[in-house]
């Protein structure tokens, strides 16, 4: 069989399709949607060559109309995770020992089918499953998609031609080899994206995986398999199972063979899963790889300099753009007491205009929060903040779960800057604001960084340089991602590698070769061409 050093294509950004009206892209998407709407599935186990329906199922609605049903799924007992584990086991030599160029060519494919006739369906499925607006749908389900596809197949050639140096004596090789044991996958409901990547890139570097999706993002999971299956992937690579978490992963982390997780989800079930690793690590065949994406509190500062225009449209995409549920979304603000003036007219003026209802309506910037207990939480604190002294909502504060999980845009004013909303992680629409007086500018930046357990993204707005590079440094370690003059969302890959550390996770940079890298063990070969026939060294003579 023919050899070569293979140049794969050049990874470049999906370019984001506008939806505007009388584009071709709105009307397939629309079609798309009323076709899902107005249907049901059915999504089994995915476990080796099987679908197994177990028929103990659960249905799936729609968070913006909670009563329409759009299918169903089966929920996996401990056998069936057994299972799942040994599909793995055994698919993981054939996988492993496929050259890369294979494995690369069906991840470029499965990009490529997004890119193309799955795109209606895959964001049609994420605006009904997620109730995501069509743009957000757009830049996560297809967008992002095919970027971690396609980047993480160049970052994985940069990996393997990261090689040591040799010499005319001897000839050192590194090879990347996946990890001995299988990997386990947990993702969220939040973005169809992370839910494709985590068990793709670990796959992609030759490990086989146990991929347990949200119960909330099962819809749209059923396309990423779907995808996956037409790409080629092989049976038992990836397993996927639904069920009681709490089951799984106990399932998942009993066995032996268990190498690694790849997670994305809340900060307190991370840290069980952590300890509970710790107590098994005496009967792991290997050190286990623990990579995860948890929470955020994340911030917006604006110095006395900022532009108040750019800082209120900025913290209304921030806050607000998909119901606030994006782990980056901002939820506290720290605005000079000069500036909030001008800021809070821009509130005035563009608040009122936020129209919410069903992600099918294209006027809609805001729809649903993606299920009862989201809802019954903001609705606490929302109710909270109406009765204790030190808080104001000024802004939204209404919600209705008749028909859909809505909750409206909310704007929280505090005086006390250690106020619940300040600190406590809500993923939710929910914004606070605590203002400051000018000279304390040094003292925020400070506050900022005592106030939360999390570092995962935060921005400055500041046309004062000075300030700027003075907010860097003092919040340095308070966002994995910071961003100067934007949002703290929407990170994109190649562009942006993304996560965060302290009780925001591990900080392995989702969208570069730094998260593939955790996805592989190094083998280190030396061979040399004239080998020594005498013990003695020329010091002995």
């Known amino acids: 069989m023919p050899k070569g050093f293979f140049n794969v294509p050049k990874a470049i950004n999906e370019p984001v399709k506008s939806y505007a009206p009388g584009t071709p892209e709105r009307e397939k998407v629309l079609v798309a949607y009323k076709e899902l709407w107005n249907s049901s599935i059915e999504v089994p ?38 299972l799942a584990i040994t ?23 499965a990009a490529e089918l997004i890119a193309g006739p799955y795109r209606a369906k895959i964001n049609a499925a994420t605006m009904i499953a997620q109730s995501k607006t069509i743009h957000q749908a757009e830049i996560d389900a297809a967008c992002e998609l095919i970027d971690f ?16 140096t040799s010499d005319s004596q001897f000839w050192n090789k590194v090879e990347y080899r996946p990890l001995e044991g299988f990997v386990y996958a947990v993702t969220p409901f939040n973005f169809t994206a992370i839910a494709a990547n985590l068990p793709a890139s670990a796959a992609m570097m030759g490990n086989t995986v146990v991929w347990k999706p949200s119960d909330s993002q099962v819809f749209s999971a059923k396309v990423i398999i779907d995808i996956f299956k037409e790409a080629g992937l092989p049976n038992g690579v990836i397993n996927v199972v639904f069920g009681d978490p709490v089951m799984i ?59 108040p225009k750019q800082v209120a449209a900025n913290a209304i995409r921030g806050a607000f753009e998909f119901q606030g549920q994006k782990c980056s979304a901002a939820s506290r603000a ?27 309506d294209m006027s809609n910037f805001f729809t649903a929060v993606i299920h009862e207990g989201s809802f019954d939480k903001l609705a606490y604190y929302i109710e909270q903040a ?95 991602n910071f961003y100067i003059n934007d949002k703290p969302t929407g990170a994109v890959v190649g562009n942006q590698p993304f996560g965060g550390a302290r009780a925001s996770g ?5 969208g570069s070769a730094q998260n593939l890298l955790r996805w592989v063990s190094p083998r280190t070969i030396k061979e040399t061409f004239v080998t020594p026939v005498d013990y003695r060294y020329p010091f002995l003579k």
């Open 45 to 82: 186990l995915y476990i080796g060559n099987q679908e197994i329906k177990t028929g103990n199922t659960r249905t799936m609605s729609a968070p913006h109309h909670h009563k329409h049903v759009v299918g169903t799924y089966h929920l996996a007992e401990k056998q069936h995770i057994e």
């Open 87 to 109: 599909s793995a086991l055994d698919a993981r030599t054939a996988w492993a020992n496929l050259a890369w160029e294979h494995r690369a060519a069906i991840f470029l494919k």
């Open 149 to 164: 596809l396609r980047f993480n197949v160049e970052f994985m050639t940069q990996i393997y031609k990261d090689q040591p």
């Open 249 to 307: 992963t106990d399932t998942v982390l009993a066995n032996p063979d268990f190498a690694g997780i790849h997670y994305t989800g809340s900060t307190f079930v991370f840290k069980e899963i952590w300890s509970k690793i710790g107590s098994n690590i005496h009967y792991y065949k290997t050190y286990p790889r623990i990579v995860g994406e948890t929470g955020g509190k994340d911030f917006i500062i604006a110095h006395p300099s900022a532009n």
């Open 334 to 360: 720290y605005f000079p007491k000069s500036l909030w003036p001008a800021i809070k007219a821009e509130f005035d003026k563009e608040i009122p205009t936020i129209k919410m209802g069903s992600p099918e």
């Open 386 to 480: 109406k009765h204790d002294a030190d808080a104001e909502i000024i802004y939204g504060g209404g919600y209705d779960k008749s028909v859909g999980y809505f909750v409206e845009p909310t704007i929280i004013l505090t005086t006390n800057p250690k106020y619940k909303t300040m600190e406590t992680e809500l993923f939710g629409p929910v914004l606070t604001v605590y203002i400051y007086e000018d000279k304390d500018w040094k003292n925020t930046l400070q506050l900022i960084d005592e106030t939360s357990e999390y570092a995962l993204t935060g921005a400055v707005f500041s046309e004062d340089r000075y300030a700027i590079e003075e907010a860097a440094k003092a919040l340095e370690n308070s966002a994995g």
């Open 506 to 510: 591990t900080n392995d940079k989702a």
